[in-house]
């Protein structure tokens, strides 16, 4: 029953009972516009909360979508120079006269409309290696890589090739035949910083020889002529029968020092060895950086990266 009708009943008046229905209808017009005027105030607050809400989840948890772009584009830079190596290798050793062959199979499987050499039986030697030596994206997907093929008498021979990556990066394929192309050019070489003259007597050169004659003959224990806290991984077996210091060079004046100087004190030499084994006599340089120790040097580091820890690499 409503509550005019209650009151009514009661004996309540109408004009009273018309007051009090009004009076509610009034009270939930004010609610309503508090909670209006809420909203509209607390709204940009709320957009900004959403907005930023979303950024973090993106962030976080990335959908199915974008970690698939992210890992193509990674996979699109593959490098496909073993690729193009391998197809001219096998394309040099093929012809058209034996297009059953292993090889003529391999180069029309990797480039399959390539067509194969006709070489003449004898004319020329076959490559004794082929080596990719360049590669350059022209665009996505688009490779250029150059290979150098080593015939027997030391003549080389440039070829460029073209290749197209899949857009998983896990697929290529040569898309035109073999350009031959002029080689890269000689780079200019800068000066080394090895300007010091080390005494070929003095301890620095007799640590350094000391070190390599064990390093690379096998000739006693590596590690104690290392720096406390560097590792270096032994070479097995040992490659040569004896060591000899031909030059050393530093780069810093204490290097030139005859005796070793205050604990901590590091130099970085160039030394050129001459290293034999039953085959002959091989000229090697090596980059290492020492350290004075007690009275003693030792080696801080291996230039080429093989020695770890203890001292600058």
Do not use: C
Request: proline share 6%; charged share 20%.
């Amino acid at each position: 029953m409503s509550p005019g009708k209650q009151a009514l009943r009661h004996g309540g008046a109408p004009s009273r009972v018309a007051g009090v229905e009004l009076e509610k209808m009034r009270r939930r017009v004010r609610v309503s516009r508090l909670v209006l005027f809420t909203a509209i105030t607390a709204g940009p607050v709320a957009l900004g909360v959403a907005v930023m809400s979303r950024q973090a989840t993106v962030a976080a948890t990335p959908s199915d979508k974008t970690a698939s772009v992210s890992v193509r584009t990674a996979a699109t830079g593959a490098d496909p120079a073993g690729y193009a190596q391998l197809f001219v290798d096998a394309w040099l050793h093929s012809s058209t006269d034996n297009a059953s062959s292993a090889q003529a199979r391999l180069a029309q499987s990797l480039a399959p409309g390539v067509d194969l050499p006709d070489r003449i039986a004898g004319a020329q030697a076959e490559p004794a290696s082929v080596t990719a030596v360049r590669s350059v994206q022209r665009g996505v997907g688009a490779w250029a890589v150059t290979v150098a093929a080593q015939y027997p008498g030391g003549q080389l021979r440039y070829f460029v090739v073209p290749v197209t990556a899949g857009a998983s990066g896990d697929s290529f394929a040569v898309t035109g035949a073999p350009g031959v192309v002029a080689g890269p050019a000689r780079a200019a070489v800068s000066r080394l910083p090895y300007r010091v003259s080390v005494p070929s007597e003095g301890d620095l050169a007799s640590a350094i020889g000391k070190f390599l004659g064990a390093y690379l003959t096998g000739a006693g224990e590596v590690d104690r002529y290392l720096a406390p806290g560097v590792r270096l991984s032994p070479l097995s077996p040992a490659p040569y029968t004896a060591v000899t210091v031909q030059n050393v060079s530093g780069a810093e004046e204490a290097a030139a020092d005859e005796e070793v100087p205050a604990d901590g004190t590091k130099v970085r030499v160039l030394a050129q060895v001459e290293a034999r084994d039953a085959a002959g006599r091989w000229p090697l340089a090596y980059e290492l950086t020492l350290q004075a120790r007690s009275g003693r040097w030792d080696v801080a580091a291996l230039e080429s990266g093989t020695a770890q820890g203890g001292g600058a690499r």
